[in-house]
């Protein structure tokens, strides 16, 4: 694993590099927060990406300080909470990956009512890119969200897919 600086929030305005990205979702927040933030192995069934052995590795309930497992292209990640406002925001930072993609790096959702039932998501991935993350670095914006856009099409529509977790 290649350890990642340990940042906060603050991190955000700090960072080298930012993306910002915003989505709407047919759903209310509550329901937008509780399936991005309650289960990470839940991410594989609706995120494009992830599997299903995405964890938490510390004791429910999980807010500020929780430490999760997640796996991206199968690329495993360790990340630490750094906040949780039920509904409102979510945010993480990378503690370490598998791949040296970056030397640090926080998400941040907000989850923002649109008057009606729905939600408008946005996202920010703050970081400081290791040599794997500038290269990328052009093509990042499109393809994150299109990430985000399909998995807020996937939860308002319910259509759910798995992506197979190996046997090892």
Same mark, same amino acid.
């Given at each position: 694993?290649?350890?990642?600086?340990?940042?906060? &929030?603050? @991190?955000?305005? *700090?960072?080298? /590099?930012?993306?910002?990205? !915003?989505?709407?979702?047919?759903?209310?927040? $509550?329901?937008?927060?509780?399936?991005?933030?309650?289960?990470?192995?839940?991410?594989?069934?609706?995120?494009?990406?992830?599997?299903?052995?995405?964890?938490?590795?510390?004791?429910?309930?999980?807010?500020?300080?929780?430490?999760?497992?997640?796996?991206?292209?199968? &690329?495993? @990640?360790?990340? *630490?909470?750094? /906040?949780?406002?039920?509904? !409102?925001?979510?945010?993480?930072?990378?503690? $370490?990956?598998?791949?040296?993609?970056?030397?640090?790096?926080?998400?941040?959702?907000?989850?923002?009512?649109?008057?009606?039932?729905?939600?408008?998501?946005?996202?920010?991935?703050?970081?400081?890119?290791?040599?794997?993350?500038?290269?990328?670095?052009?093509?990042?914006?499109? @393809?994150?969200?299109?990430?985000?856009?399909?998995?807020?099409?996937?939860?308002?529509?319910?259509?759910?897919? $798995?992506?197979?977790?190996?046997?090892?």
């Amino acid at each position: 694993m290649f350890d990642c600086e340990s940042v906060d &929030v603050d @991190f955000l305005d *700090t960072a080298p /590099a930012r993306l910002d990205v !915003a989505v709407n979702v047919g759903l209310p927040p $509550s329901e937008v927060f509780a399936a991005l933030a309650h289960n990470p192995a839940a991410w594989g069934e609706f995120y494009p990406g992830f599997d299903r052995r995405g964890r938490y590795q510390t004791p429910a309930p999980h807010g500020v300080g929780s430490r999760r497992t997640a796996r991206f292209a199968r &690329v495993k @990640f360790e990340e *630490t909470i750094l /906040a949780w406002d039920e509904g !409102a925001r979510w945010a993480f930072r990378v503690d $370490s990956t598998q791949v040296p993609l970056f030397d640090a790096c926080v998400e941040d959702y907000h989850f923002h009512t649109d008057g009606s039932e729905a939600t408008l998501v946005r996202w920010t991935l703050a970081y400081k890119p290791r040599l794997a993350f500038k290269l990328a670095r052009p093509l990042l914006p499109r @393809f994150l969200t299109f990430a985000l856009t399909r998995a807020g099409h996937n939860l308002e529509n319910g259509r759910w897919f $798995s992506t197979p977790t190996p046997d090892s």
